[in-house]
């Protein structure tokens, strides 16, 4: 019913910037908090930075300073600049967005299928 769908991952040189999106489609009523996960290889997935639907945010203290995470609610799209880029930023970014379908009266939680960022040193 929903598709969240990643793009702008890549490779880039430490202290390099980035830009990721995350645009949602399907049967969308409203869509509560989106955020960004990260997973890198041989480690848990962890949070890196979420934003409400009224635009507060929330990040991970390893990222704080240099990731800002926004929205774009007419386009259900949430963006994450990452600036100052480290090799320890180097995973799998994934989108995360609570929905509420047309058809339910509880939100859903639906995942990006992710988007590789690869950082060298």
């Known amino acids: 019913q929903v598709q969240l769908v990643e793009s702008g991952g890549g490779f880039v040189q430490a202290g390099g910037s980035l830009r990721v999106s995350c645009a949602a489609s399907?049967?969308?009523?409203?869509?509560?908090?989106m955020g960004w996960y990260r997973q890198a290889p041989g480690k848990q997935r962890e949070l890196v930075a979420t934003i409400t639907g009224g635009g507060s945010t929330n990040y991970a203290d390893s990222v704080k300073g240099r990731f800002t995470i926004s929205r774009d609610n007419a386009k259900n799209t949430v963006y994450l600049q990452i600036n100052s880029l480290k090799p320890e930023d180097t995973a799998v970014y994934y989108c995360?967005?609570?929905?509420?379908?047309?058809?339910?009266?509880?939100?859903?939680?639906?995942w990006g299928q992710g988007t590789q960022v690869t950082v060298s040193s």
């Open positions: 995360n967005a609570a929905v509420f379908v047309i058809t339910k009266a509880t939100p859903g939680d639906y």
């Open positions: 399907g049967s969308i009523f409203s869509i509560k908090a």
